[in-house]
């Protein structure tokens, strides 16, 4: 079955310690997105990327990085410079002007 | 970057009712229109792209305004299984970051 998927569902970091969050998608979509959602509040988009080796910082991209070597995969890394990383983080994909598919999501908490 | 607006409610509904809310946007250039649901804790899922000339499924009913620039979303005989956050999305020609906004939602409440 054709979707994306993000791991971990769950990750807890320390302070000051970088974690990735993995997404991969099997749909052949060429955009692939990053969102932050705290509790009660809208999608805000860290960074996004139109198409392999080339990507875009968002409203919030301040404390995360991102590379896109493959068409399928756009890891996100949250960085000991994001001072309040605890939130849900989204994954999605889509073709130009077409819905967008999401990830499941990674709940992470800082310790 | 281009703004999408809506209702954060809660709109709070006895169930059986009909609900009705709309999602403004500013650009006027915009091509695709979508509804999503989110549901608490979840990741949010297409509930329906909105056509121009209006569209239906089931007790959903999709809406768009060109002239006015907005869409709107209609759920009839309300369900408790219908309370979520609803999300506006609206995509915009020439991609990048502007072409995918999401409105921050619209959380509805179905009541017994």
């Known amino acids: 079955d054709g979707g994306i998927t993000q791991s971990p569902k769950y990750l807890f970091r320390k302070e000051g310690q970088n974690v990735t969050l993995s997404c991969e998608q099997n749909?052949?979509?060429?955009?692939m997105y990053w969102y932050r959602q705290d509790p009660g509040q809208g999608l805000r988009l860290i960074y996004y990327?139109?198409?392999?080796?080339?990507?875009q910082k968002g409203d919030i991209a301040e404390g995360y990085s991102v590379s896109r070597e493959k068409k399928e995969s756009f890891p996100l890394t949250v960085t000991s410079a994001q001072k309040n990383p605890t939130a849900f983080y989204l994954c999605?994909?889509?073709?130009?002007?077409?819905?967008?598919?999401f990830g499941q999501g990674t709940r992470l908490t800082v310790v | 970057r281009k703004e999408v607006e809506q209702d954060p409610g809660p709109f709070n509904v006895p169930e059986g009712a009909t609900v009705a809310f709309n999602c403004t946007y500013s650009?006027?250039?915009?091509?695709?229109f979508f509804w999503y649901r989110q549901d608490c804790r979840k990741e949010p899922k297409l509930l329906m792209s909105v056509y121009s000339s209006g569209n239906e499924d089931g007790r959903f009913t999709a809406q768009l305004n060109r002239a006015s620039q907005y869409i709107s979303l209609l759920i009839r005989d309300s369900k408790l299984s219908d309370s979520a956050t609803y999300l506006c999305?609206?995509?915009?020609?020439?991609?990048?970051?502007?072409?995918?906004?999401f409105g921050k939602g619209t959380h509805l409440i179905i009541q017994p």
């Open positions: 999605a994909s889509s073709h130009p002007l077409a819905e967008a598919f």
């Open positions: 749909l052949n979509h060429d955009a």
């Open positions: 999305v609206v995509s915009y020609p020439g991609g990048g970051a502007d072409g995918l906004t």
């Open positions: 990327s139109q198409i392999v080796n080339d990507f």
């Open positions: 650009n006027s250039a915009s091509q695709s």
